[in-house]
């Protein structure tokens, strides 16, 4: 089923098409785009977020360091300044006098105000005998130093050196924060050893009150720093401990040894699946000198979710464009379709429509949108013009077809008139035993310049008659009724055969300003011998079919009749036999042209009268009628055919 689809409609499916190839394309391009640079953003924001962070706790600890070391440079200086004056007063005493010696160490450590203990060793490292009892814990044999040594060995007066040495050591007992600094100075005259000893855990205090200042610091950082709407920062160190977390939700501990071994490898950025979330992209720095890990996450709907909202815009935005343009191209469309429909119902009605009446047609083109200033308005003036020129087509058609009629039936006249001149009734002379004899004749138009005869000159002797005037049409027929009268009337004088077609021939010649001529071939058969006479001017030679074979007869009198005057023709004879087949015809047989010009030709018309020749003689001139046709192959006659056969059968 063909179903109709309007202009207007195509029109609008068009521009609908042509907006959505043009924003389809547009918002995946933009939304391609707006993603790339809002993961671009998101890349660079983060790593701001983690630039910021670790500097914040680079600059706090440069500064946790910075105090810490002055703290402890003082503390040295302090135990290097003690242990230098102490030896200036052990140098004053007497020689020899231990016992003042360890008596002055021991008052100097009753005092309640000092932060540092003061000992007096041997050159073994051993704790001189008198020493205050309760500060046994500083026996230097138990106790091995950070650089796992044993201070007993450190402090052996010919192995340190005159300046003295620094020892940094943990209480027996103690814990890993519980830590001492010893300076040991030697006396090397006596064999002694002092060791200033100081406790570090005043030094550690400060710097765990410092570290959780730096927390503290950048737990109100972290709390200003928006990542998104539910992205969030987590601070937690090697051993676990979460420190900071801006999020409600824990951070599991899978997912922090999954971080620690990223920043392990040297990686700062992961990607995790989380239900209901989907997507989190995380990046994360490892302060490894304070142990610990900032990590920032961000969900990756949040970083493309102004990407999104972009694209929602822009499709609300095309949305309405493109309602506005559909809107206007329908109105447009409809302005623009209605003279076409205006037109198209002309169209319609206009085959029904006298176009002989013109004021009527006047009438009717007064709907045409003839006053438009646009194509449609000249398509309308056109089809004005249009009908103007048909009504005026119109009435000469008619007179042109009356006239044509007339001259149709003039022709349909002149054809009954020219078939009439010809013998029609077959088999001929049904009386006569001694022969058969059927003729056709199919002209190319309605008249035509072939001609056949046949009648008897007395009891004895049959006239055969086939001939071709050179032209078609009309003249031919005019000039073949000519010829076939003036055959008839010579014939009958009972001249010469030779005399009778040159006579012919002068009479044809004169008052022939078309300078006409005709192909003839006349024979005169006596149907008791069968011997025949025949003159030929310019005709095909005819075929004979003797036992069943079949050859041209040949002999050619003289030139063509009716072209000149004077001509003279030399008669022939043929014998015909009992069975023999005389087959005459013109070139409309033989020169009949199939569609690629090819002729059908004397040897294919041999070839099947050999093979047809045993049949009657009606159904042969069917069959070689049929054979041409056949050949044709539907191309349309040229020529007039005209074919005349003789079956002579003798005298029983």
Not at 386 to 402: G, R
Not at 422 to 444: H, I, Q
Request: proline share 4%; hydrophobic share 40%.
């Amino acid at each position: 089923m063909n179903y109709k689809v309007s202009i207007r409609t195509r029109t609008m499916f068009l521009l609908a098409l042509v907006i959505a190839a043009t924003a389809l394309p547009l918002i995946y391009f933009t939304e391609e785009s707006a993603s790339v640079a809002m993961r671009n953003a998101e890349e660079r924001s983060l790593s701001n977020i983690m630039r910021l962070v670790e500097l914040n706790i680079d600059s706090s600890y440069s500064k946790l360091l910075s105090d810490k070391f002055i703290t402890a440079t003082e503390r040295k200086a302090n135990l290097r300044q003690t242990a230098r004056r102490i030896r200036i007063f052990l140098n004053e005493l007497p020689e020899g006098d231990t016992e003042a010696s360890i008596k002055m160490v021991n008052s100097f450590n009753e005092q309640p105000e000092s932060a540092t203990r003061v000992y007096l060793y041997d050159k073994n490292g051993s704790l001189l005998s008198g020493c205050v009892d309760r500060d046994a814990e500083y026996s230097l044999h138990h106790v091995t130093d950070m650089k796992n040594r044993k201070l007993a060995a450190v402090a052996k007066p010919d192995k340190l050196p005159p300046e003295g040495a620094f020892s940094v050591f943990q209480h027996v007992g103690g814990t890993q924060e519980a830590k001492s600094v010893v300076y040991f100075l030697p006396i090397t005259d006596k064999g002694w050893t002092i060791g200033v000893f100081a406790s570090l855990a005043d030094i550690q205090a400060i710097v765990d009150t410092q570290l959780a200042n730096i927390i503290s610091s950048l737990d109100r950082a972290f709390s200003k720093i928006s990542v998104y709407r539910t992205g969030y920062i987590t601070l937690f160190s090697g051993s676990g401990d979460v420190m900071i977390n801006t999020s409600s939700t824990a951070i599991s501990p899978l997912l922090q040894k999954k971080i620690i071994a990223a920043a392990e490898n040297g990686l700062k950025r992961m990607s995790i699946q989380k239900d209901g979330v989907g997507q989190i992209e995380l990046r994360f720095v490892y302060v490894r000198a304070l142990d610990w890990y900032v990590l920032v996450a961000a969900p990756v709907s949040e970083i493309e979710l102004p990407a999104r909202m972009l694209v929602n815009q822009q499709l609300q935005l095309i949305a309405v464009i493109a309602a506005c343009v559909l809107i206007f191209a329908l109105f447009t469309a409809k302005r623009l379709t209605r003279p076409i429909e205006v037109l198209s119902s002309f169209a319609r009605r206009l085959p029904r429509q006298d176009f002989t009446n013109h004021s009527a047609i006047d009438k009717l083109t007064l709907e045409l949108p003839i006053r438009r200033n646009d194509e449609v308005g000249d398509l309308a003036r056109s089809i004005q013009f249009m009908c103007k020129e048909l009504n005026t087509s119109v009435k000469s058609m008619m007179d042109a077809t009356a006239a044509k009629e007339r001259i149709q039936s003039e022709l349909s006249v002149a054809r009954e008139i020219q078939e009439g001149m010809l013998p029609k009734t077959f088999p001929a002379f049904p009386d006569r035993t001694e022969f058969t004899l059927y003729a056709a004749l199919d002209s190319a138009e309605e008249v035509g310049g072939d001609l056949y005869d046949f009648f008897f000159i007395d009891d004895d002797h049959l006239c055969l008659v086939v001939g071709d005037v050179s032209d078609k049409g009309v003249p031919a027929s005019l000039y073949m009724a000519v010829t076939v009268t003036l055959i008839r009337s010579t014939m009958q004088e009972q001249v010469p055969l030779h005399s009778a077609m040159e006579k012919i021939n002068d009479v044809l010649s004169q008052d022939n300003p078309k300078s006409m001529f005709v192909t003839l071939f006349i024979g005169v058969l006596n149907v008791r011998t069968g011997k025949m006479e025949f003159v030929s001017g310019g005709h095909l030679p005819p075929v004979l079919v003797h036992d069943g074979t079949a050859q041209e007869v040949r002999g050619v009198s003289g030139l063509v009749v009716g072209g000149m005057e004077g001509c003279t023709y030399t008669p022939f004879e043929l014998q015909l036999e009992k069975g023999d087949t005389l087959f005459l015809y013109t070139d409309g047989v033989t020169e009949a042209m199939d569609n690629d010009k090819a002729l059908y030709g004397t040897p294919r018309l041999l070839q099947l009268m050999e093979e047809k020749s045993t049949l009657r003689l009606g159904d042969l001139l069917y069959e070689v009628r049929r054979n041409v046709d056949a050949f044709s192959k539907g191309a349309p006659q040229s020529d007039d055919i005209t074919m005349l056969v003789l079956r002579y059968n003798g005298i029983e």
